[in-house]
Every structure is written in C-alpha cells, then in structure tokens.
C-alpha cells in the first residue's frame, strides 16, 4: 500500500544523493525518495508526519527517538532510514492496539511517569521492549535497563512504579 | 460559594489530563509543527569567545544546494530589542554587529529546503576573526562587578561586631558549577508571516513576554503577533525568555517570505537558553554554644554574560531563613565572556541554600548539637526583614514528620559510625524554602449551553500538571463533574498569564481561575435576579454555592437551577466572564507572604575504596500550602529531587578555560541523573493552606530540588567525615 504522504514526497525534493527506500510502518507501507543522510527519525517526524517519536539529541544520548524494529528497540536517530528497509516498524502511534491504549500507556497514566511528556513516547517504547527482553524481574533491572532514557523532570520512581506494576500485574496486563 | 476552610489540604490525585495525548504521541511540541512551503534554519555560531568578526565567507554556503539564503550582521534586517521583564532587560537581538562576546555566539543562519542541506551548508560558512583575550575565570580580577543587581542586598543589626564577639564562628567557602538546564525537548521556532502578521510556534514558558519581544522587534502591534505552545517538552527555567534564535527565525521568515522552521541541536542548547551560573559564596556565622545564631554574614560572586542580565541572588534567602539578629547578604555578578545565564530550576535558592545548610551542617558537630534540633533552636514565625508573620511556614512539621518516616532518630550521631558491609553509611539533612513570587495573571471562564464549561489562560504546562490542576479548581468552582471542564492554555490570544516559573503560576492562574468562575456565577445569578421562573430570583450572589451543574442557595440544594436551564431559558448560547489576580501587599494583608517550605533527609552510601556516592533514600516533607492535586505535586518534588541529586553528584558544565568553548555539551558528556541514579522517593504533603491567597496554595516546582543537595553532602559527611564544599562532588575529593 502506498501513502499519499509518499506521493508527495518522492517528487518534491531533489538532492544530490537520494535512493527509494521503502518503510513497513506500523502495518502500512511508504515509499519515499529519500537523501541518503536521512536518519530513520528525521523520515518518521519530517517525511511520514509520525512526530510522536521525540528528538532529544540526534546523537544517540537520550532515547527519546527509541522504536522498535522488528520487535527490538533501537534508536531511531542512530539508524538510518535505508537501514530499516525491509524490516517491521513500530513507532509510539502504532503501540496502541484496537483495544486502546497498551497495558504499559495506561500504567505510565496511572503512576504519572512522566511530566513534560517529551521522553515519554521513548520511555514507553522502551518500557515495552524492556518486558520482551525479560528485563523487567526487578526494581534494581527495572532502574538499569531503562537508564538509556532520560527523563529531564525525573519521573524515574514513578517510571519503574509503572513498569513493575504491568510486569507484576498477571492477567490481561501481563500479556504483551 | 465554597470557601477555603471547606476544602481539603490535599486535593484528589487525579490522572493528568493531558495524559492521553502524552503516552500516544499525539501531544504536538513545538518541534512537532510544520507548515507547507516551510523552509529550515541552521544556527551558526562563533568558535571564539571575545573579538570581533572581520569578515563573513558564506558564497560556498549560499550556492550549497537547497540553501534559500545566508543572514549575517552584514545582511541581517535590523530589529528593536524586546521589553525588560521581572527577570531583567530582553537579551540582545541577534546578529546586530561584528562584536562576538561568547563562544557559540550566533553569528549566522541558514536556511535551506530540507534540514540536512541547511546543516551540510551552515558547515560550509566560515568567519575570519580579531580574537581578543576572553575574560572566562569567575574570580578573575580584571572582571566588571555588578553590585547588588537586583536590589536585594540585605542588612539587619551589626554582623561585623556579632561575628567579632560570637561564642564559636565558622568561616566557611562554597563553590557550586555551572548547571545546564538542558530540557529534553530540544527548543523549536516555527515562524509564519502573513503580510504583517506573525504567528511563532516556540519553545517558551511564557507566551506573553515571547508575543510582546516579537511585536518590538519587528515594530508591529501585539495584536499582529500570535504565540502558540500547547505542549513544552520541559524547560527548568530556559523557556522564560525570548532568546535570538527566536527572533532570528521570525527574521529570516520574513526576509525569506517563507515559513523557517529552527529547532536547536543539543550542543546549541548549552549556549543558547541560558544555564545556572557558577558562584562563589563566602560565609561566616556567629553562634552561641547552646545553637542560637547571632550573625550571618553571607555573601556571593556569580557568573554573568557580558550583555545580559540573570536573576542570581545567591545569598537573599539567608536574609529570612532563620531568626538571627544580625545579617549581611551581599551579591555580585562578574562580567564574562560566557553564554548568557538564566534562571534554572530553584535560582539564586538552590546555591545560597546550599552554603547556608552546609554551615549549619558543620557547626551541629562543632556544638555537638542534632542538625534538627539546630534548625529547630533558630527556627521563625516572622519575617525577620518586616516583623510579619509568615502567611504559612510548616517547616517545624516538615522537620518532625520528615524525620520520623526518614527513621532519623536511628543515626548515630558519629561520623563513619555506620555501615552496611563496605559501604560507608551516612545521613544528612536540610531545610529547605523557595521564595513566594507572583505576577498578575488573567483567566476567562466560560459555560456553554450544554452544561460543559472552558475556561483558559496564556499559560504554559511544563510538565507541572496546569492542564489538570486548573481543570479541576475551575471544576470545584463551578460545581461541575471534571468531564464537563476543559482547561485550556498555550496561546498568547487567551487572557495574559505570568510565566510559568518561580513556582508561581498555580498559585496566581488558580486565583485568576478562581476569581473568573465566581464572578461567572455571579453573572448567571445576575441573570435571573428578576427572573420569575427561577428559584435563584432575588438572592445575593453571595448567597449562593454550586454543585452538581447548578448555582443553589448555600446549604440548600433544592433551591436553585443548572446552568443549562438558566440559558435555556433566556435564550443565551453561552456566559463567560473573565478574572484576575494580582499579588497581594503584604502590609495590607498583614502577613509577610510565603512560598513553600520543606525538610529533606537523605541516606548516602559511600564506596570508601571508589570514592562512589550512591543515594539510598530521601524523604522530603513539604509545606506546599493547600496541594490542588497530590499526584502531580508528587511528581514535582520527585523531579526536583531528581534534578538535586544531579547538581550534588553529576552535573558540571565544564568551559574550556583557553577558548571557552563548552567541553561537554553533549548528554553523553554531560551528565544528568538517569533512572539507575535515582532511589525510592518518599513525599510527604504537611500544613495548612496559605493564608496569603484565596486558593491556598504555593508552588512547589522549585522547592523540590532546594535542599538535596547540601542533604547530600551532608549524608556524605556523617558516612566519610570528609565536608564536601564544593559541588559536583567528584570521586577524588572523598579518597
Ligand atoms: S534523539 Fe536519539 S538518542 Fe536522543
Ligand atoms: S517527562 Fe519531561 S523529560 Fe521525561
């Protein structure tokens, strides 16, 4: 399927290094005509229009632009957007399911993990690759693995307080 | 109407109403806007620190591909410079001349079709210089003095001669780093001209001050500007200004007859917004040997850009935090070639109150005094500057419910005296306050005929919950369910707001808030003051309370009727009404008004053979008046905490002392505390609402982070017997 995003997109600038990439995002596919500099951040915020993923340094620091490719995270700003050809992204706008928002949103509301809310899309996509990994088993695992998100207004306590209480939660919150 | 009396201290710990939008992605910062045809800028800025440029090399830029243009100073449209604030005159405008005064200046901007032409450009533009020997050390003596800058200078009794004849005298110097505010969301202008129309999505908290700077520097009416910022992605401080890079990406938008989008780099946002400065504070206290204070003598030097201000008085706190007969505060500012400080997150507080508890601190072993009961002996209820009580101080509850759940009475008083296998074990504490501050502020109030109600304000959320906790006061105000009330704010078209910052927003929107729905109610009550068909006809609106969507005679729901059906009934879509609160006088209130108080305990570990600090716990008990919503206060003093834990153990903005260029301007190289850094956080919420106002409240987004960090190096004195004077620590001062 091809997105009238991409239609716009794959005519309407011209550079001297460009490619064709094609993205899997969040079930849909776009083809875009890319500067081959792009960062699969800057083709997700600038090009597809999905801003919910966060720049908070473009340098690799903050996890702020994590996503997950093909169920793994990675940060977006670190990886660029012809590498993730061919493999399944999942961007913040595409965790929430059918049945609304993921366990891991409704806990973040919940324990009030966060305040400015900027790291927040980061965080959460961390949060729930952090459960796959099986890193989730501890406050003190909770606290290492989730170091690569920064939160600038500190909601850590209440960050690990979400987190723990989907991972400790059984039933329909434990199944991710 | 309800009163304050009725209302509980701690308001209900409701979910953020903003959450939805924040865990999906779907609320938009200013970085998240674009517009069709926008063309992108990029900052280029001075890789010198003093001197001047002799000459701009931008062909190769501007022929780059993509690129739109170059703006320089030989090019750049000249503008007027903004308003003076409470926080000081506007800071310059960009690019007006060849004279670079810190490195990382802006001295450029380039503008291209795509982001990554406008980065590959902006490399391709070079400067040739006349450098000139930068001034970079703080105590450098060659540095400009400004002597007491804001007026604060304070001085009581004879500190000379107290010192002079005081029982035991401590004489003590403290140094604190340069911080960075550092907010997660990188600052973004998106700048729109419409003719002489100017709409600016910006990273700003406080859309107000940004509309009034943009309608000076482009000579046009407030009325043509528009400032929009519905989500900021943090800003401690750094969105309270309107900085170049604003103003210089309205200019090129209107150079260019384009829309230009800027968002900044994280290395830009070291010398861009602003930074908490270092400083220097002397101290020497006189005490009696039974731990009554009898003189302060407190004074301080810290950093300043060479042409701009920053709100810094280090030592103005001391002036009122304790009863003591005999006090001097003196602060001074010295002019250097650094980018421009600001305020961040508890100014001027969190670095005189650092000083001030260390002492105290010091002086508990040298008496053989606790560090409470210290605090206890110099505690006041006045205000030692004007004699009038304060209009809430909780701080003895702070110090006795804090160090009950802290467990403090287990410490032994010895330091090194505890352990836990290797680990040095110690506890410290602190008192802590931030100032009251306030500026007027507006509000409207609407309620429509549906029985829903909007009520707005210019203000900014900056994470601290205004979303909610004005949704919910004005819900209590008018008697309805919180699902009938949207509050919304970010919009410099809305009534005028005061910043967000200085704590002082909750306490002055909420009186807004609170004074626009009661005057909205009394204009329903107005309405149907002859009104035959109505159960309110000729009742006072004094009379009258509101619960449940309806305006009733106080004590007597059965007598009244719903907004719905009063507008029904006389045909009106809607009522609004518009408040507004000014801070009030102290003398006339008789009441010296006060901001927030708190009591911090902390437990360190210390790794004797690594020098590691590891924080293990900290409770912080704390007076924030009456507490709107407890679930998002929390949050404000755990992320105050947080950002504690980072000024005592971690943070440092390290200035190259040749170039200054900033060394670490990065968050790999600059460190901020991470979740691993962080412990449980126990807050507890004590005192009465704050007599000072109508709604009770105080903020509490700095108080929070006062006190945590002399609580820290206070725990590490009772775990190592080494006194830390000198923050960050840093591993080698405890081998
Ligand atoms: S934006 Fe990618 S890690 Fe910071
Ligand atoms: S919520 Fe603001 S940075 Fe995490």
Not at chain 2, 414 to 437: H, I, K, Q, T
Request: hydrophobic share 40%; with cysteine; aromatic share 6%.
């Amino acid at each position: 399927m091809r997105d009238v995003a991409s239609e716009r997109d794959v005519d309407s600038r011209s550079t001297v290094n460009e490619r064709v990439v094609t993205l899997d995002v969040n079930g849909r596919t776009y083809t875009l005509r890319l500067d081959t500099r792009v960062t699969l951040l800057d083709a997700l915020r600038d090009r597809l229009g999905l801003v919910g993923t966060k720049k908070g340094c473009d340098q690799g620091a903050c996890g702020a632009c994590t996503v997950h490719l093909d169920g793994r995270r990675v940060l977006s700003c670190l990886t660029l957007a012809a590498q993730a050809e061919g493999r399944e992204i999942t961007t913040i706008e595409g965790l929430t399911g059918a049945d609304g928002p993921h366990p891991v949103q409704r806990a973040f509301m919940e324990h009030d993990g966060f305040q400015c809310g900027f790291c927040t899309p980061g965080q959460i996509m961390s949060a729930v690759a952090l459960m796959a990994e099986g890193r989730a088993g501890s406050d003190e695992e909770i606290r290492e693995y989730m170091s690569g998100n920064i939160c600038r207004c500190g909601a850590y306590p209440n960050i690990v307080a979400a987190i723990r209480a989907v991972a400790s939660g059984g039933g329909h919150d434990a199944h991710l | 109407m309800s009163t304050v009396e009725s209302r509980p201290l701690i308001g209900e710990g409701i979910s953020r109403v903003d959450g939805p939008r924040k865990v999906t992605g779907a609320a938009p910062y200013p970085m998240d806007f674009s517009v069709p045809g926008q063309a992108y800028g990029t900052l280029v800025q001075s890789t010198i620190a003093a001197g001047r440029i002799v000459r701009m090399h931008t062909d190769e830029a501007a022929h780059s591909p993509g690129v739109v243009t170059v703006l320089t100073h030989e090019n750049a449209l000249e503008v007027g410079t903004g308003p003076a604030s409470v926080l000081g005159a506007s800071p310059p405008a960009p690019l007006r001349n060849d004279r670079i005064v810190h490195h990382g200046q802006h001295i450029a901007f380039v503008v291209a079709e795509t982001p990554e032409q406008a980065t590959a450009a902006a490399r391709l533009v070079r400067a040739d210089y006349e450098a000139a020997e930068p001034l970079l050390d703080l105590q450098d003596p060659r540095a400009e003095h400004l002597h007491d800058p804001w007026g604060m200078d304070h001085s009581r009794g004879d500190a000379a001669a107290a010192l002079e004849s005081a029982e035991v005298t401590l004489h003590s110097t403290y140094l604190t780093a340069d911080n960075t505010n550092n907010p997660l969301g990188l600052f973004a202008t998106l700048a729109v001209w419409d003719g002489d129309t100017l709409t600016v999505h910006d990273t700003s908290q406080w859309p107000s001050m940004v509309r009034a700077s943009l309608a000076m520097a482009f000579g046009i009416p407030e009325s043509s500007v528009r400032v929009l910022v519905p989500y900021v992605g943090g800003g401690f401080g750094a969105g309270l200004r309107a900085w170049p890079h604003v103003i210089l990406t309205a200019m090129a938008a209107r150079m260019t007859k384009r829309p230009v989008k800027l968002v900044l780099t994280r290395p830009q946002m070291f010398t861009s917004i602003g930074h908490r400065p270092s400083g220097v504070q002397w101290l020497s206290v006189g005490i009696r040997r039974d731990g009554e204070l009898v003189a302060l003598d407190h004074r301080s030097l810290s950093s300043l850009s060479m042409e701009d201000n920053d709100f810094e008085p280090f030592s103005s706190g001391t002036a009122f935090a304790y009863q003591c007969p005999n006090v001097i505060t003196r602060d001074e500012q010295a002019k250097l070639n650094i980018a421009v400080p600001t305020s961040m997150r508890a100014p001027a507080e969190a670095q005189g109150n650092f000083a001030l508890e260390s002492a105290l601190d010091e002086l508990s072993y040298t008496l053989g005094i606790d560090p409470v009961e210290l605090r206890l002996r110099n505690h006041t209820d006045v205000d030692p500057r004007n004699g009038l009580p304060w209009s809430g101080k909780a701080i003895l509850e702070c110090y006795e419910i804090g160090a009950r759940r802290f467990g403090w009475s287990d410490r032994n008083p010895e330091p090194r005296s505890m352990r836990d296998g290797n680990w040095l074990v110690g506890y410290g504490m602190a008192s802590a306050m931030f100032p009251y501050f306030a500026q007027p502020c507006m509000a409207e109030a609407t309620v429509n005929r549906d029985g829903s109600a909007f009520v707005r304000s210019a203000a900014t959320d900056i994470g601290t919950g205004t979303y909610t906790v004005m949704a919910q006061l004005s819900a209590e105000e008018l008697g309805l369910p919180l699902e009938k009330v949207r509050f919304d704010l970010g919009d410099s078209d809305m009534p005028d707001s005061m910043m967000a910052g200085g704590s002082g927003l909750t306490g002055a929107l909420g009186n807004a808030v609170h004074d626009a729905c009661r005057r909205l109610v009394r204009s329903f009550v107005d309405l149907v003051r002859d009104d035959a068909d109505s159960p309110l006809m000729g009742i006072s609106p004094h009379d009258v309370e509101c619960s449940d969507g309806r305006i009733h005679l106080m004590g007597c729901p059965d007598r009244g009727e719903s907004y719905v059906d009063i507008l029904a009934r006389h045909g009106t879509p809607q009522l609004s009404a518009t408040g507004s609160s000014t801070p009030p006088d102290a003398k006339e209130i008789g009441l010296s008004l006060a901001g927030a108080y708190g009591a911090k305990f902390v437990e360190v570990r210390v790794d004797p053979d690594l020098g590691l600090v590891r924080v293990a716990r900290v409770v912080s008990a704390i007076d924030g008046g009456r507490i709107l919503n407890e679930k998002t206060a929390r949050s404000q003093i755990i992320g105050g905490t947080v950002g504690g834990i980072g000024m005592a153990l971690l943070e440092d903005t390290v200035t190259d002392p040749r170039t200054g260029r900033i060394a670490n301007g990065t968050f790999a190289d600059y460190l901020v505390a991470v979740n691993a850094d962080v412990p449980e956080l126990d807050v507890v919420f004590v005192g009465e609402p704050d007599r000072g106002t109508p709604t009770g409240t105080k903020g509490v987004g700095e108080v929070g982070l006062v006190g945590i960090a002399p609580a820290i190096t206070n725990a590490v004195y009772h775990a190592t017997g080494k006194r830390i004077r000198s923050l960050p620590i840093t591993l080698d001062t405890l081998l």
